[in-house]
């Protein structure tokens, strides 16, 4: 472990190797995705094939009107930046809107640009991305404003804007690390939710940053995990219910020993068939077992599914498919919002993540499954479906409008919308 004040460079973690058994699940319901050719300038985005087969058998789960009522709020119908967040910084006791290179002052959504965001990769016939893939909300400099971090895939960069307070002048970029081509960036408990960590998803290699102090100078310290789990497809939660954050990957998982000292074992226990996996994918108790499954999604082909841990003194691992009748669930998380301590998983289709994917422009969802374990079946519950809204590369939610409610936040390409939990 090295620790850097502002930029990090490189360490390498340390990992140790342990057997399990464990079951991949049917072989030939996995589907093949290719790597994509894009330029470094560009960023070298991994693609699904254009002309994959679709999904057979079609496995579609129950099907219901959200049992929540949501107020939709168009934020800005404009909108093509794929992340967003919440944050208080108006000072005006409301919470306000991140996304992009403008943050907007609630009540009434008021746009204020605090920052350049370039685009890259778009053309005649490609939407292209925006240059921040992550908006996340953290005091960096621990001067009581709070500041954005955020990734882009292009550069490899993780940065953060700091916060100049309320005035018209855009807010200065400092860099943190250059990791490497990541999908998203998240938040991640990795040292207890008392300390910021945030985990990306970069494509060579499993590392997480931690900011050990909040200064004019902060102090950032890079974690590498190891590479095997790197991929597609990233997310924490307790697996072994050792009550520590464990990394999930495409293809395993790493069991941690002492985040802190960078000691971690890898468990390839297992390989989704859905190929690119979805950021996150949240770790959740299903069928009341007393042990902990994972929650994956197609990030650029069709389907939702989650493996099951099933009993025995070796691991073993069983993917079941939740629903293979819609594409691109890239984003993929755990929310409350039934208000009863119960986290449904929450999802949505991203629009034209790479313009030619399975299902590109199908209809736009944005949706939350539910598990009954007494009839053993899911059921999908529809919060919006048909029009402008989806997702991009960010689900966020909290209590933005709804002071005991959980809300929910959704940017994409198609536009920043505000879903309000009227309960």
Known sequence: MLVFVGLITSVRGQFMSRQFEFNFGSASTRRSFLAGTVSLAAGALITSSADADPPQPEIKPLSAASKVKFKKHVINEASDFEAAC???LSGNGHIDIVSGDTWYE???????????????????TESGYRASFADIPVDVNGDGKLDIVSSDYASGEIFWHENVGNTT??????????????ETTVLAPILGRSKFCILPNVAGVVV????????AKPEWVEHVVG????????GWGDVNGDGKTDIICPNGWYEQVDALNDKWIWHPEFRSILGACSIGMPVLDVDGDGKNDI????GHNYGISWLQQTPGGATKWTEHVIDNTWSQPHAVQLAD??????????????YKAHDHDPGALEPLVVCYYKYDRASAKWTKYIIDEGTHAGTGLQLWTGNIVSKNRVDILAPGKSGLYLFENLG
């Open 86 to 88: 919440s944050a208080g």
């Open 106 to 124: 609630a009540p009434n959504w008021t746009p204020h640009k605090f920052r350049e965001i370039g685009v890259w990769g778009r053309s005649a």
């Open 169 to 182: 002048d855009l807010w200065p970029k400092h860099l943190i690390a250059r990791p490497g081509s990541a």
């Open 208 to 215: 997480w940053y931690e900011l050990r102090t909040a200064a």
């Open 227 to 234: 590479k095997e789990g790197a991929g597609h497809g990233v």
């Open 295 to 298: 929650i994956i999604g197609a």
């Open 337 to 350: 919002l039934e208000h009863n301590r119960h986290p449904v998983i929450l999802t949505g289709k991203r």
